[in-house]
């Protein structure tokens, strides 16, 4: 049962515009949401995060917005670089353990 | 600051053989995870330690087993291979339950069973 969703495995875009990264979870009693990032041949490498009390966490270009009541979860990347291109994984936590979804394929074409 | 290490990198084992994985958390970092990655199943939890107990375990049979000793240095084992086990096998360390902070991966295991 995937608690956590991104419905997307591939997506590009041009350098310079913004990227949207989507993810859906299903149980209400995560508290905390993370973007991860990860390149061929490392480990996922974290990004930024989001308690379920905000809406919004911003840093640098890379803003994470909260939709609770949709249970919706998207990274907004502005402006896109070609050293985005990775791949992106959304998780979320309930006490001690992280689900993650099954990551998105960012392509930033220069 | 070293990263963590996870040990070796690659492994190609025959089915029915059993397999021990290594990780070396960051220096301080007390909380030890596991995550079995596969093509299209994202990360799946396989366990977390902390303080050398397993605090979660993740929906995995039997074989899949893991300890922690007391410098945090974790093992996983996998007994009785199956084809199905081959995957990218992640270790993640934290301080301790700030989940605002994510964890810190290392490089994983590239586990190939044949």
């Known amino acids: ?110 | 600051k070293a990263g963590v290490t996870q040990t070796p990198r690659y492994l190609i084992k025959t089915r029915g053989q059993q397999v021990t994985l290594s990780c070396s958390p960051i220096s301080g970092h007390r909380s030890v995870s596991w995550y079995q990655q596969t093509p299209g199943q994202g990360l799946q939890f396989l366990f977390e330690y902390f303080s050398e107990t397993q605090r979660n375990k993740g929906n995995f049979p039997g074989r899949f087993s893991g300890r922690q000793f007391s410098n945090s240095r974790s093992e996983m084992n996998v007994s009785t291979l199956e084809l199905g086990d081959s995957a990218l096998y992640l270790c993640a360390s934290s301080l301790s339950t700030i989940q605002a902070y994510g964890y810190t991966f290392g490089s994983g295991t590239r586990l190939t069973v044949v």
């Open chain 1, 1 to 110: 049962d995937q608690q956590v969703k991104q419905n997307s495995p591939s997506l590009s875009v041009q350098e310079g515009r913004i990227s949207i990264l989507n993810c859906d979870y299903t149980n209400s009693m995560f508290d905390y949401f993370l973007w991860y990032k990860k390149y061929p041949a490392e480990g996922p490498t974290f990004l930024i995060s989001i308690s379920s009390i905000k809406d919004k966490n911003e840093d640098g270009r890379f803003t994470v917005f909260l939709n609770k009541s949709a249970k919706h979860l998207s990274l907004h990347i502005v402006p896109s670089q070609p050293g985005d291109s990775a791949v992106y994984f959304c998780a979320a936590s309930a006490g001690n353990q992280f689900y993650f979804g099954t990551g998105t394929s960012l392509t930033v074409i220069p």
